[in-house]
Nanobody, 119 residues
Framework: VQLVPSGGGRVQPGGSLRLSCTASESEFTIDDMGWFRQAPGKERDMVATITKSGTTNYADSVKGRFTVSRNNAKNTVYLQMNSLKPEDTAVYLC??????????????WGQGTKVTVSS
């Protein structure tokens, strides 16, 4: 399964951006999807995740500002980012949990998309 992200770019503090990530068609089931981010010189951190049924989980640093959603028919996960701060600057990576079998999963990652928040 390949993941293709879109969106990202440069925005001023307080602005908004929307990221999208679409998974290619697959015979396997896509379970959880979501977003991580990695700032220069820092580790990759979870930003937001969403289960197939729509249960979401957010990092404390983005709660109330970011919203993760998905369209299962389109195998697409979205990240709406509002009230962006300079500390949100990072490369954002989408992922999908692929169920190969009832007890076997693999993770597929998309190429990162850069988000820069700066005046």
């Amino acid at each position: 399964v390949q993941l293709v992200p879109s969106g990202g770019g440069r925005v001023q503090p307080g602005g908004s951006l929307r990221l999208s990530c679409t998974a290619s068609e697959s015979e396997f089931t896509i379970d959880d999807m979501g977003w991580f981010r990695q700032a220069p010189g820092k580790e990759r951190d979870m930003v937001a995740t969403i289960t197939k049924s729509g249960t979401t989980n957010y990092a404390d640093s983005v709660k109330g500002r970011f919203t993760v959603s998905r369209n299962n028919a389109k195998n697409t996960v979205y990240l709406q980012m509002n009230s962006l701060k300079p500390e949100d600057t990072a490369v954002y990576l989408c992922y999908a949990e692929i169920a190969l079998a009832p007890t076997s999963v693999v993770y597929s990652w998309g190429q990162g998309t850069k988000v820069t928040v700066s005046s």
